[in-house]
């Protein structure tokens, strides 16, 4: 079923009743502000920031939970970018205050996925997930997520 707005309409405008409202199991949030630079001639943002917002969350997430990006980075590991993946609901428009709710939904190994909802004053309007991988900064060869990492996501995921 397609989500929709809360005319209960999707981009087609064909008419649902499903109307997304609730977040849940998300445990951390970071907010963004549209930028008007971030939107076309009609002031809607640009697919693409979709993308660069579930970054802003992704290391807002390992500053609060993982002593940030840099001091994974320090310990002598990179996290590549593996997949994106993005469902747009409603469009963000210019000056439209965000709220991305971020999540790690998967360890496995060297590979882990983050997880994102987007909300506009509670209302859904875009959802997706990015894969990593962490491989060693040297020989960029695939390695284990660092176990300090893998125990601060533990954490931040059964904190309430």
Not at 5 to 19: A, E, F, I, P, T
Not at 22 to 28: D, K, L
Not at 89 to 113: K, M, N, S, Y
């Given at each position: 079923?397609?989500?929709?707005?809360?005319?209960?309409?999707?981009?087609?405008?064909?008419?649902?009743?499903?109307?997304?409202?609730?977040?849940?199991?998300?445990?951390?949030?970071?907010?963004?502000?549209?930028?008007?630079?971030?939107?076309?001639?009609?002031?809607?943002?640009?697919?693409?920031?979709?993308?660069?917002?579930?970054?802003?969350?992704?290391?807002?997430?390992?500053?609060?939970?993982?002593?940030?990006?840099?001091?994974?980075?320090?310990?002598?590991?990179?996290?590549?970018?593996?997949?994106?993946?993005?469902?747009?609901?409603?469009?963000a428009?210019?000056?439209?205050?965000?709220?991305?709710?971020?999540?790690?939904?998967?360890?496995?190994g060297?590979?882990?996925?983050?997880?994102?909802?987007?909300?506009?004053?509670?209302?859904?309007?875009?959802?997706?997930s990015?894969?990593?991988?962490?491989?060693?900064?040297?020989?960029?060869?695939?390695?284990?997520?660092?176990?300090?990492?893998?125990?601060?996501?533990?954490?931040?995921?059964?904190?309430?």
């Amino acid at each position: 079923m397609a989500l929709a707005d809360k005319r209960g309409q999707v981009g087609n405008g064909v008419c649902h009743s499903l109307r997304v409202t609730r977040v849940e199991g998300f445990r951390f949030s970071t907010d963004v502000t549209v930028r008007f630079a971030e939107t076309d001639a009609q002031g809607v943002a640009h697919n693409a920031n979709y993308l660069v917002w579930f970054e802003v969350a992704r290391v807002a997430y390992l500053a609060e939970y993982a002593g940030g990006y840099s001091a994974i980075r320090e310990q002598g590991f990179e996290s590549f970018v593996l997949e994106s993946h993005v469902r747009y609901v409603q469009p963000a428009r210019f000056d439209d205050r965000l709220r991305i709710h971020t999540r790690v939904g998967e360890v496995r190994g060297a590979r882990f996925r983050f997880d994102y909802e987007i909300t506009r004053d509670g209302e859904v309007i875009a959802s997706g997930s990015t894969s990593h991988a962490c491989v060693d900064a040297k020989t960029l060869r695939p390695t284990r997520i660092p176990q300090n990492l893998a125990d601060a996501i533990a954490r931040a995921e059964a904190s309430s």
